[in-house]
């Protein structure tokens, strides 16, 4: 096995300022592209799908000719982790990543934190002469679909 050398600065509140401020910057451009989309694309908000700022999952949404899919990104998670609803016009995807159960035990420290873990919801409007009957869903590589 081939050991790892990880740099770990003599204190780990050194880069802080600097992950500090390109999260920020991060946020700033995710709000901004967000916004275009709106914008740029205002009948995505007619096919009742609300672009939010910071929204998890990412998902993309596909018309074919046949369905409308929804692919949700999901690295990490496992299918039993995961929750459907379909309610009042809504499809809803939620989940709980184990992995927060270990950060309430004091688990291990981390330099760089980016991969989500922790409780998601996320809702879509769906048109009323959705096929119920046909509504599939799987999981596969971290994409649920």
């Known amino acids: ?3 790892l050398s990880i740099f ?3 204190n780990s509140h050194e880069l802080k300022p600097f992950f500090d401020e390109r999260d920020a910057f991060i946020r700033s451009f995710d709000s901004m592209f967000d916004d275009m989309l709106n914008t740029t694309f205002p009948t995505i908000k ?3 799908v609300s672009v939010t700022k910071g929204a998890y999952p990412k998902v993309n949404i596909v ?4 369905k409308v ?3 949700a990104e999901l690295a990490g998670f496992s299918k039993k982790d995961i929750n459907l609803e379909i309610e009042e016009g809504l499809l809803t995807i939620s989940g709980k990543s184990p992995s927060c159960a270990d950060d309430d035990k004091g688990g291990p420290t981390y330099y760089l934190r980016e991969l989500k873990r922790s409780s998601f919801k996320r809702s879509f409007k769906i048109n009323d002469n959705l096929d119920m009957e046909n509504v ?4 596969s590589n971290g994409l649920l679909t």
Not at 136 to 139: E, L, Q, S, T
């Open 1 to 3: 096995m081939t050991r």
């Open 8 to 10: 770990r600065p003599r």
């Open 46 to 48: 007619d096919m009742g």
């Open 63 to 66: 018309s074919h000719d046949d």
């Open 69 to 71: 899919e929804i692919v």
């Open 136 to 139: 599939v869903a799987g999981f």
